[in-house]
């Protein structure tokens, strides 16, 4: 069994940073994939980035050279750097994660924390 736990949302103006936290307990995580998915309002939810057990990154077109994931093995968490948000960034952003290399579908995923509420004004 897995938790995650999320936290580092709020309220920014456009092109201010925020950076999302999650950190994981439980079940080995270090070979786990770990992903950030967002749900806007009445939108399905969209993987945003991900990284691999190995430390592959993968982002989203939209949030590419903005958005930046990592995770420190050391502390069981990993991090979403968001940078010069825009106001369609907004949404409650969600920790994944599951013992797959890479998974871009959330039905690939058994393991997800509360998620945590970023909202962009213009």
């Known amino acids: 069994q897995v938790r995650l736990e999320e936290s580092g949302g709020g309220a920014v103006q456009a092109g201010g940073s925020l950076r999302l936290s999650c950190v994981a307990s439980?079940?080995?995580?270090?070979?786990?994939?770990m992903a950030w998915f967002r749900q806007a309002p009445g939108k399905e939810r969209e993987w945003v980035a991900i990284i691999s057990g190995k430390g592959s990154t993968y982002h989203r077109d939209q949030v590419k050279r903005r958005f930046q994931i990592s995770r420190d093995f050391a502390k069981d968490t990993v991090y979403l750097q968001m940078d010069n948000l825009k106001p369609e960034d907004t949404g409650v952003y969600y920790c994944?994660?599951?013992?797959?290399?890479?998974?871009?579908?959330?039905?690939?995923?058994?393991?997800w924390g509360q998620g945590t509420q970023v909202t962009v004004s213009s």
């Open positions: 994944a994660t599951e013992n797959i290399s890479v998974g871009w579908r959330e039905d690939e995923y058994r393991y």
């Open positions: 439980g079940d080995t995580f270090n070979t786990y994939a």
